[in-house]
Nanobody, 118 residues
Framework: QVQLVESGGGLVQTGGSLRLSCVVSGRTFSSYHMAWFRQAPGKEREFVVRINRSGDSTYYVDSVKGRFTISRDNAKNTLYLQMNSLEPADTAVYYC???????????WGQGTQVPVSS
């Protein structure tokens, strides 16, 4: 059974930082592309950032470039998202996702909430 478990969310003030984690079990983590998505209240889920299997290639949505950093530790089966300079517009539930093919995500976590206060 595949499980993706996010953690690290919580209330943060504008300008603050958080690090999200996503621990994967039930699959060979290093064989999968990984990504973070988010869904703000009343909005559709949107892509945030992705990372390839080895961790040496990433792609960010423009709104988080320079503020967010994705990384992975294949030895620990864990995906990370370091979020700095948080803004109220970053308020959302953040989801990690994993996929066996480029831009295709087969498994999702349950999400972790990140409210950013102004």
């Amino acid at each position: 059974q595949v499980q993706l478990v996010e953690s690290g969310g919580g209330l943060v003030q504008t300008g603050g930082s958080l690090r999200l984690s996503c621990v994967v079990s039930g699959r060979t983590f290093s064989s999968y592309h990984m990504a973070w998505f988010r869904q703000a209240p009343g909005k559709e889920r949107e892509f945030v950032v992705r990372i390839n299997r080895s961790g040496d290639s990433t792609y960010y949505v423009d709104s988080v470039k320079g503020r967010f950093t994705i990384s992975r530790d294949n030895a620990k089966n864990t995906l990370y998202l370091q979020m700095n300079s948080l803004e109220p517009a970053d308020t959302a539930v953040y989801y990690c996702a994993m996929g066996s093919a480029f831009l295709r995500y087969d498994y999702w976590g349950q999400g972790t909430q990140v409210p950013v206060s102004s």
